[in-house]
């Protein structure tokens, strides 16, 4: 399952543009002060705010986007057109990855392309040809490249490999097969008895159970819980008491419908003496 993330915290093509020229002072503050103020409503989790901040061209994007939580930004550098009316704002990024469920902190650089429109400096954003969808959202290939030095530049730089190593050993950990722990269960159909069936959720997100069965003399199933993180695990327990008078129980079927997916899981319940 994969959730887009706001393409602002990641590889952005850079407008074509002239080398950079110092701008007035009263310019570089302007925009210094709206970068500011963008990267801290993320930080407070404002988004909402942070629509006065986005061109218009790009206010769709930003709405329909997924919203990256970040710790701490710096502005490294801005870099300025001629007429002062575009830039591109290169700054790092501590933002919050998720692996395997636990959040991990990395430092991203983020260049942001940033324009004047009716007097006031907002970001902007324009897809360019070679964009991708990936894990963490639109990205650019070109930018991700190999240093001459042996360096990789444009990912994250504070990942070790011993986080790597540990995620990768949890993934492979929980990424069990998603289900029951058993096909079917048996219970005695001439005096009371129970077992249990155990779901094990190997999806990587949250689901949710919905439990069907049919409503039989004697017969009551009881579900743990419907809502399970990725690894938990929810009990069935299933019981039978005959009573006189009833009619012989016959084989049937509980299932067990995995939202959001609307996949279905059967356990077949059967008797004996």
Do not use: C
């Not at 190997?202 to 439990?211: A, E, M, N, R, Y």
């Amino acid at each position: 399952m994969i959730r887009r993330i706001l393409p602002v915290f990641l590889p952005l093509v850079a407008f074509a543009q002239t080398p950079s020229v110092q701008p007035p002072a009263d310019v570089d503050a302007a925009l210094r002060a709206r970068v500011t103020e963008f990267f801290q409503d993320f930080v407070d989790g404002k988004y909402r705010a942070v629509m006065d901040l986005v061109a218009e061209d790009t206010q769709e994007e930003y709405f329909a986007s997924g919203k990256a939580q970040i710790k701490q930004f710096n502005i490294r550098d801005i870099k300025y057109d001629s007429g002062f009316e575009h830039a591109t704002v290169n700054s790092t990024v501590k933002r919050v990855w998720v692996i395997s469920g636990k959040p991990v902190d990395v430092d991203v650089e983020m260049p942001m392309t940033w324009k004047l429109e009716k007097g006031k400096w907002v970001w902007t954003h324009e897809r360019g040809p070679h964009d991708w969808l990936t894990p963490m959202g639109p990205s650019d290939v070109e930018l991700v490249k190999r240093n001459g030095d042996g360096t990789v530049s444009g990912v994250p730089h504070n990942v070790t490999q011993d986080m790597v190593e540990a995620a990768a050993k949890k993934i492979m950990e929980q990424q069990q097969q998603t289900g029951f722990d058993k096909p079917a269960i048996t219970l005695a159909r001439d005096k009371a008895s129970s077992e249990k069936v155990v779901f094990h959720n190997g999806v990587p997100g949250s689901v949710h159970l919905d439990l069907q069965a049919p409503k039989l003399p004697g017969f009551t199933v009881k579900l743990e819980k419907t809502d399970l993180n990725l690894g938990e695990d929810a009990v069935i327990q299933v019981s039978y008491a005959p009573s006189a008078g009833t009619a012989e129980p016959q084989p049937f079927s509980i299932r067990v419908v995995v939202a959001p997916f609307n996949q279905p899981f059967n356990i077949a319940v059967n008797f004996a003496n």
